[in-house]
């Protein structure tokens, strides 16, 4: 559909200046550049200068209330926006975690480029309402082209598209929504009630159990299945728990397996997994919400060899392609599968109806109102090409490399799992329990501006991380860090 411009004297807005162009809710031209220049210049100083700051500036409930005030009603005349913009800037948005910081290590950092906030700026500013192709037929094109780079990128058959969206809680919900109905499908008029059963480790992501309670699975039918020594999910397990779940009348409905477990970075066996779940028809998807853009690295290819044959595939390019929130994808071998189940056509929705090629989003998920998601994406790799990407994430899969080197010749420290798509998972190194001293390491080198870590336990041993994503971070900073933990564990010996 093409848009023309109304004839004059037809809804014509008021020019510039004219009384009824000063609504309540309006501002001058010269008063939103002012606001905007104002904005973008507060950006560039926090970008310019991120390295110097602190990875992490947090407060209290009851100190918040006491510098921003408790419970206090909206106003009822305004302050103006040049003050509410002085508020945002000084009192409440530095109140945070600053985890494009490059030495915030806690768990999975974002780091975006500076086209990809740009993005967000414009999609916000010219409000894009992005759930059917008639409402953003450019936006929607290039959804449709940047699912197509990821799909390329990860190996999936042409055909395989899906949508963004928030992030991958929301990718691997409508992933296992997805699944449950087409298995309920396949056995619609077996005289058995339906019982569908889930299946996926103990390393796996929590939404997966979030999202399998959501979506009505019975506990009797989630799998949750206990990994070994290397932290995997065994096909011989999940082998075991479907030919016994088939004999008990459950339905196996999903099989998920993690490409890069945020825990440790672990990667599941793929292709062992994928020939499983043709084996038993049972949908095989593919959490590669944190590692899956390793695939741009020649190494993380190999070690995700096996994700192309995934039913589905969850993304985040808010992590390992370093654009902000929020930002996560969903890719479906056949798309067919996800209009099946979300598509609904209401009359007031009835002149949204696509023609061939054309893709309303709305349709493929919960999200009719959806923002442009993948125009930051796009205006990134447009912006420095895609082998900046590349050496990016390979930067940080060999600094995490470096990292688990440097950790093992220490005398005070040691490695309970080696890197793994940037990940390495360390202690203290101590005869006693090493959690006191693993949280005195984390209590030190966040209070002192440091660096921020996270702590975790791996079968059920407690653990820090280092989760080595920014392309910022450099050996000076690994080796400083490493350093004052070091320093921290000789300190409580003394």
Same mark, same amino acid.
């Given at each position: 559909?093409?848009?023309?411009?109304?004839?004059?004297?037809?809804?014509?807005?008021? $020019?510039?200046?004219?009384?009824?162009? *000063?609504?309540?809710?309006?501002?001058?031209? $010269?008063?939103?550049?002012?606001?905007?220049?104002? =904005?973008?210049? *507060?950006?560039? !100083?926090?970008?310019?200068?991120?390295?110097?700051?602190?990875?992490?500036?947090?407060?209290?409930?009851?100190?918040?209330?006491?510098?921003?005030?408790?419970?206090?009603?909206?106003?009822?005349?305004?302050?103006?926006?040049?003050?509410?913009?002085?508020?945002?800037?000084? &009192?409440?948005?530095?109140?945070?975690?600053?985890?494009?910081?490059?030495?915030?290590?806690?768990?999975?950092?974002? *780091?975006?480029?500076?086209?990809?906030?740009?993005?967000?700026?414009?999609?916000?500013? #010219?409000?894009?309402?992005?759930?059917?192709?008639?409402?953003?037929?450019?936006?929607?094109?290039?959804?449709?082209?940047?699912? $197509?780079?990821?799909?390329?990128?990860?190996?999936?058959?042409?055909?395989?598209?899906?949508?963004?969206?928030?992030?991958?809680?929301?990718?691997?919900?409508?992933?296992?929504?997805?699944?449950?109905?087409?298995?309920?499908?396949?056995?619609?008029?077996? $005289?058995?009630? #339906? &019982?569908? *059963?889930?299946?996926?480790?103990?390393?796996?992501?929590?939404?997966?159990?979030?999202?399998?309670?959501?979506?009505?699975?019975?506990?009797?039918?989630?799998?949750?299945?206990?990994?070994?020594?290397?932290?995997?999910?065994?096909?011989?397990?999940?082998?075991?728990?479907?030919?016994?779940?088939?004999?008990?009348? /459950?339905?196996?409905?999903?099989?998920?397996?993690?490409?890069?477990?945020?825990?440790?970075?672990?990667?599941?066996?793929?292709?062992?997994?994928?020939?499983? +779940?043709?084996?038993?028809?049972?949908?095989?998807?593919?959490?590669?919400?944190?590692?899956? /853009?390793?695939?741009?690295?020649?190494?993380?290819?190999?070690?995700?060899?096996?994700?192309?044959?995934?039913?589905?595939?969850?993304?985040?390019?808010?992590?390992?392609? #370093?654009?902000?929130?929020? +930002?996560? +994808?969903?890719?479906?071998?056949?798309?067919?599968?996800?209009?099946? @189940? /979300?598509?609904?056509?209401?009359?007031?929705?009835?002149?949204?109806?696509?023609?061939?090629?054309?893709?309303?989003?709305?349709?493929?998920?919960?999200?009719?109102?959806?923002?442009?998601?993948?125009?930051?994406?796009?205006?990134?790799? &447009?912006? #420095?090409?895609?082998?900046?990407?590349?050496?990016?994430?390979?930067?940080?899969?060999?600094?995490?490399?470096?990292?688990?080197?440097?950790?093992?010749?220490?005398? !005070?420290?040691?490695?309970?799992?080696?890197?793994?798509?940037?990940?390495?998972?360390?202690? =203290?190194?101590?005869?006693?329990?090493?959690?006191?001293?693993?949280?005195?390491?984390?209590? @030190?080198?966040?209070? !002192?501006?440091?660096?921020?870590?996270?702590?975790?336990?791996?079968?059920? &041993?407690?653990?820090?991380?280092? +989760?080595?994503?920014?392309?910022?971070?450099?050996?000076?900073?690994?080796?400083?860090?490493?350093?004052?933990?070091?320093?921290?564990?000789?300190?409580?010996?003394?």
């Amino acid at each position: 559909m093409i848009l023309e411009t109304p004839p004059t004297g037809v809804n014509v807005p008021p $020019e510039p200046g004219d009384p009824e162009d *000063a609504t309540p809710l309006s501002l001058s031209p $010269e008063a939103m550049r002012e606001l905007g220049y104002r =904005a973008v210049d *507060a950006l560039v !100083e926090r970008w310019s200068t991120l390295d110097e700051g602190r990875p992490w500036n947090g407060a209290s409930r009851s100190e918040l209330d006491e510098r921003l005030g408790a419970a206090v009603p909206a106003p009822e005349q305004g302050e103006g926006a040049a003050a509410a913009l002085d508020a945002a800037l000084t &009192r409440i948005l530095p109140v945070a975690a600053r985890v494009d910081h490059p030495r915030f290590l806690a768990y999975i950092p974002s *780091a975006p480029t500076w086209p990809s906030v740009l993005a967000d700026f414009l999609a916000a500013g #010219f409000n894009i309402f992005q759930g059917t192709w008639q409402g953003a037929s450019g936006p929607g094109h290039v959804e449709v082209e940047v699912l $197509e780079w990821f799909r390329s990128w990860v190996g999936m058959p042409a055909g395989t598209s899906g949508l963004f969206t928030s992030g991958g809680s929301a990718a691997n919900a409508l992933a296992l929504v997805a699944a449950r109905e087409s298995a309920l499908r396949r056995v619609a008029d077996a $005289e058995s009630p #339906f &019982r569908p *059963a889930v299946y996926f480790s103990d390393q796996a992501h929590s939404s997966l159990l979030r999202a399998a309670r959501a979506a009505g699975i019975d506990a009797d039918g989630i799998r949750i299945l206990e990994t070994g020594p290397d932290l995997r999910l065994d096909p011989d397990a999940v082998r075991r728990a479907l030919t016994a779940d088939l004999a008990a009348g /459950f339905t196996p409905a999903l099989v998920a397996a993690s490409a890069g477990a945020t825990n440790t970075g672990t990667i599941d066996p793929l292709g062992a997994l994928a020939d499983l +779940c043709a084996e038993f028809d049972v949908h095989y998807h593919v959490d590669a919400a944190y590692g899956g /853009f390793a695939v741009l690295d020649e190494g993380g290819r190999k070690a995700l060899d096996g994700i192309g044959r995934a039913d589905s595939v969850t993304l985040d390019p808010h992590k390992w392609l #370093f654009q902000p929130f929020e +930002c996560g +994808c969903l890719l479906v071998r056949d798309p067919t599968l996800l209009t099946r @189940v /979300f598509r609904v056509t209401p009359e007031y929705l009835q002149d949204t109806v696509q023609g061939e090629g054309e893709v309303n989003f709305g349709e493929r998920g919960i999200q009719l109102t959806r923002s442009f998601r993948a125009l930051k994406v796009w205006m990134s790799v &447009r912006s #420095f090409g895609l082998g900046a990407f590349r050496s990016a994430v390979t930067a940080g899969i060999e600094l995490a490399r470096a990292s688990e080197e440097r950790i093992r010749a220490s005398a !005070e420290l040691e490695v309970v799992t080696p890197a793994s798509l940037g990940i390495v998972v360390w202690q =203290a190194r101590t005869d006693a329990d090493p959690e006191a001293l693993n949280r005195r390491i984390q209590e @030190v080198l966040a209070g !002192e501006g440091t660096a921020l870590l996270s702590s975790t336990r791996i079968h059920g &041993r407690h653990a820090l991380r280092l +989760c080595i994503l920014n392309p910022r971070l450099r050996r000076s900073d690994i080796e400083e860090i490493v350093a004052r933990a070091e320093a921290v564990v000789r300190e409580a010996g003394e």
